[in-house]
């Protein structure tokens, strides 16, 4: 009997041990959702949770990177929570489509790193905290394709088609404002983006808008608004 008492005393000292750790982690999580579910905050837009946190708590950048970091786990919490359904019932992406859509993203994920890189002064830890929130929307979309079975997309409304020329035009202005060098090499660098194809016109406006934002300054209105909207 001493041996299974000993495992008993052994396994109740590690759970007590445990507990407390794991209250705590969930204290923290509760305390940087301010007591708000991550549905309550998907509900908000971006900006907008970004500035009930920060009134909450101070308007500094540490502030602001800690929410912008709240909103993204609860993000990536939902789009998981789709993509294992999908995958669950047998309506998700075929291993295809999953590399395709996984060549876009490290596509888009170079083209990130370089366009952070070539604006002057290159993008500080509130820039990049923003833009790795921004770029969480094209994997969610990726699934909701499958969720909605919306594999042909309508082609662009005529409001679309003007705001996806502007968007293109804009763009170009900006690349047009960096040095030589570094201009080539973010063209090429969005091209790869694009260059497996399949992409649809609806998500090329949304990359557009976002590597606006990722090449504009803090210092002027933004193009287009934050993209997560309820």
């Known amino acids: 009997m001493k041996p299974i008492c000993s495992v008993a005393l052994t396994l109740i000292s590690l759970s007590c ?14 305390a940087d959702r301010l007591g708000l579910t991550c549905a309550q905050i998907l509900q908000m837009t971006s900006d907008g949770w970004v500035k ?4 909450a708590k101070d308007a500094t950048a ?11 786990k609860c993000y990536d919490a939902r789009t998981n929570r789709l993509a294992a359904s999908l995958g669950k019932s047998g309506k998700g992406p075929l291993m295809g489509a999953r590399g ?12 990130t ?4 890189a070539a604006t002057e002064p290159p993008a500080d830890a509130q820039k990049k905290a923003y833009a790795a929130l921004y770029e969480k929307q094209f994997r969610y979309d990726f699934y909701r394709e499958y969720e909605q079975k919306n594999f042909n997309p309508p082609p662009l409304t005529p409001e679309e088609s003007e705001a996806f ?3 293109k035009n804009h763009f170009g202005e900006l690349l047009g404002l ?10 090429r660098a969005f091209g790869e983006i694009f260059a497996a194809g399949g992409v649809p016109d609806a998500t090329k406006l949304a990359v557009y808008r976002y590597a606006i934002f990722l090449l504009e300054s803090p210092a002027e209105t933004p193009y287009s608004p934050p993209p997560f909207w309820p």
């Open 17 to 30: 041990l445990a507990s407390p750790a794991g209250a705590a982690q969930t204290k923290s999580s509760s």
């Open 52 to 55: 009930k946190f920060t009134s």
């Open 62 to 72: 540490p502030s602001t990177i800690q929410a912008i970091s709240a909103y993204g």
């Open 100 to 111: 395709n859509f996984a060549d876009f993203e490290h596509a888009l994920n170079d083209f």
């Open 113 to 116: 790193a370089k366009a952070l």
């Open 165 to 167: 020329t502007k968007a």
């Open 178 to 187: 960096l040095p030589e060098d570094k201009m080539h090499d973010l063209h």
